[in-house]
């Protein structure tokens, strides 16, 4: 696979991955709205709560205090427990809409991912490998290159640099067969070089 539609994909897999992390948080953010319905529910219990509290004014009032400090805290402790359940409520609201945007964007990009990774490795390190020989001089990578462009590239794209290919090879002329190749891996002499640490 030559170096460009290495990248090519590259960027596509890029566009997939965010499209499908764009759609999963929009799902997501989408589910966790419903999570207003627990702020109803939790105004509510405190209104409850504020009228237990308006109650509990009264227990100075002879004759009906006793009975309205109790009736106040039964009230109280339904507006604290609606409140509780609001809360809950919108805890699992958004438990549940988080579960749901990440099963929405990972489920179709995960594989994906891991996939293209373990096909991608490979090739970046021999690409980095063969950059590196060509950077030290290495005096075997140019016939191997050579050896590889021969072997993979038609007829008619040798032809382009040379009008005989295996004849090239077995003079010892593999420059010209030799950058066929280092321009399939998206490499030049020169970059190589100075690509490399000092």
Excluded at 51 to 56: I, R
Aim: net charge positive.
């Amino acid at each position: 696979m030559s170096h460009r539609t290495a990248r090519s994909i590259d960027i596509v897999v890029l566009l997939w991955l965010l499209l499908w992390c764009a759609i999963g948080y929009t799902i997501g953010r989408t589910v966790n709205e419903l999570s207003g319905l627990g702020d109803g529910v939790i105004r509510a219990g405190e209104g409850v709560s504020n009228a237990a509290g308006a109650l509990d004014g009264l227990t100075d009032v002879p004759l009906v205090g006793d009975g309205i400090q109790a009736i106040a805290g039964k009230i109280d402790g339904l507006g604290q427990s609606t409140v509780d359940k609001g809360q809950a409520g919108k805890d699992a609201i958004f438990n549940i809409s988080l579960a749901i945007a990440l099963i929405v964007a990972l489920g179709p990009t995960l594989p994906v991912l891991v996939i293209w990774l373990v096909v991608r490795a490979p090739l970046a390190r021999e690409r980095r490998r063969i950059g590196a020989a060509l950077a030290g001089d290495d005096p075997g990578i140019i016939g191997y290159l050579a050896m590889r462009a021969a072997t993979r590239f038609s007829y008619a794209k040798l032809a382009t640099t040379t009008t005989d290919p295996w004849g090239d090879l077995h003079a010892g002329r593999h420059e010209p067969l030799a950058a066929i190749e280092i321009g399939r891996l998206g490499l030049t002499r020169g970059a190589a070089r100075s690509s490399l640490p000092r």
